[in-house]
């Protein structure tokens, strides 16, 4: 590989790792709305995919590092992948665990990575000849994916019937596009319609914001109080080893998490990251064991199932077989027009780059982010709850999707974009989870093809 991108793929790591440190303490950072966009951005800007790779895997481990620091220290969740820790987190925390508890969460995730990481490159070793029957019969796999996610979840019903309104609305939505003369009929609007889901949950809660009787009840007459605890000098001042952070056998179900996380790199992550959790808090005795072992394991998990869920698609499948794929990391696989299902990054990257650009972010991002996140959770999630607004975070990414949706279909792609957000925010509201919606963005030409 040249010596310049290696360089350039150090660079975009070392901002990647600096810049998602910091949204991950962030409250409410949804993974995907804070990703998807800016990989789209950079992939259609033209960056070297390495380098994209680089700066991704590093901002998905640094990520996943910090955003379980506001879970230990106020009971506020990161992002969606840390919601599962906030009871065991908040045992901790009443106990005066807290800064324990970032501590071992942060060592799951050093844990989950360096397991990750040689798992998901041989198991896509393993995939990689099952590659050009899984592509023939995409969206066929798509389709059963969104029905296997849908039967998944806790809202069954309206999930499966949501698969076909989603398909309908995307597919009317395309032909208004060309019926209007506003893109060519040989060419489909993809990015728009991803965006517009992604944002889905946030604009549905802007538009709250225009009903006085919803806007009301959002109100409070005292400002809110997050009492942060304060951290142990002597534990701040020591240089973090997870291995010592954990006992023998929180490393262990640690380690076993990750492995079956990464194996089970297409179902949901949330799912798995539950379900591995109570699991391995059942072998523990004492309340403050089993909350230990739940959330070094949960943090384990998620750092595994993500980094699973790009790699094995990337390396070995060449489209996105996975929610992690189909969310934060679509981009990679659908960025018209400089990526396609057909000619993506799986097809213009070889095994080699793959490895050494997501080795590379992951290592840079573990050595800048795990010290950082042990040593001074505190004082950064002060900073960032004082100083750098919510609103500031969402404000910006808001405004990239606009830009991107503009660049798709122009102003009318906008008002697209709103609408499929609108709808895909009520039906997240209602139980149908990212990765139904996302799938279902995928199946519907085939859906509407085969019901025509």
């Not at 992002?79 to 800064?99: F, N, Q």
């Not at 000849?129 to 059963?144: E, H, K, R, T, W």
């Not at 798995?272 to 072998?283: V, Y």
């Not at 384990?300 to 794929?325: D, K, R």
Request: proline fraction near 6%; glycine fraction near 8%.
């Amino acid at each position: 590989m040249d010596p310049f991108i290696i360089l350039q793929m150090i660079i975009a790591a070392v901002i990647a790792a600096v810049v998602y440190t910091a949204i991950g303490v962030a409250p409410g950072t949804d993974e995907t709305a804070v990703l998807a966009p800016v990989t789209l951005a950079l992939i259609v800007a033209g960056v070297p995919l390495p380098v994209v790779l680089a700066f991704f895997m590093a901002a998905i481990v640094a990520k996943k590092l910090t955003d379980s620091i506001p879970v230990a220290v106020a009971g506020i969740p990161g992002g969606v992948m840390s919601a599962p820790m906030v009871e065991h987190a908040m045992i901790l925390k009443r106990e005066g665990h807290a800064t324990l508890s970032i501590r071992k969460m942060a060592s799951g995730s050093v844990i989950g990575t360096l397991v990750a990481l040689p798992i998901s490159l041989l198991l896509a070793a393993l995939l990689t000849p099952l590659a050009d029957v899984v592509s023939q019969y995409a969206s066929q796999i798509f389709f059963a994916g969104a029905i296997f996610l849908a039967l998944m979840s806790k809202a069954r019903l309206i999930s499966l019937i949501s698969i076909l309104l989603l398909a309908v609305l995307i597919q009317s939505l395309r032909h208004f596009y060309w019926g209007m003369g506003i893109i060519p009929e040989n060419k489909v609007v993809f990015i728009s319609f991803f965006l517009g889901i992604t944002i889905g949950p946030m604009m549905l809660n802007l538009l709250q914001l225009t009903v006085s009787g919803e806007r009301d009840k959002l109100k409070s007459n005292e400002p809110k109080t997050i009492t942060l605890q304060r951290q142990d000098k002597s534990e701040s001042q020591r240089w973090p080893n997870p291995f010592r952070v954990l006992t023998p056998q929180e490393s262990a179900s640690a380690a076993v998490s990750s492995t079956i996380g990464s194996a089970t790199f297409f179902m949901s992550p949330v799912g798995i990251t539950i379900f591995l959790g109570e699991i391995m808090s059942s072998l523990a005795k004492g309340k403050v064991a089993k909350a230990c072992r739940a959330i070094s394991s949960m943090d384990a998990v998620t750092n595994a199932s993500y980094i699973a869920g790009i790699l094995i698609p990337l390396a070995a499948l060449g489209i996105p077989m996975s929610p992690m794929a189909i969310g934060p990391g679509n981009a990679f696989f659908n960025a018209p027009p400089v990526l396609t299902l057909e000619n993506n990054a799986h097809h213009l990257m070889s095994f080699g780059d793959i490895a050494i650009a997501s080795i590379i972010g992951a290592a840079i991002a573990l050595m800048l982010t795990y010290p950082i996140a042990v040593r001074y959770a505190r004082p950064i999630c002060a900073f960032v709850f004082r100083y750098i607004p919510h609103e500031a975070f969402i404000g910006t990414f808001f405004a990239l999707v606009m830009l991107l949706a503009y660049m798709d279909a122009g102003v009318v792609g906008i008002l697209g974009v709103l609408v499929l957000a609108l709808v895909a925010g009520v039906l997240n509201r209602w139980g149908v989870n990212y990765g139904v919606q996302f799938m279902t963005l995928y199946a519907a030409p085939w859906l509407m093809g085969l019901l025509a």
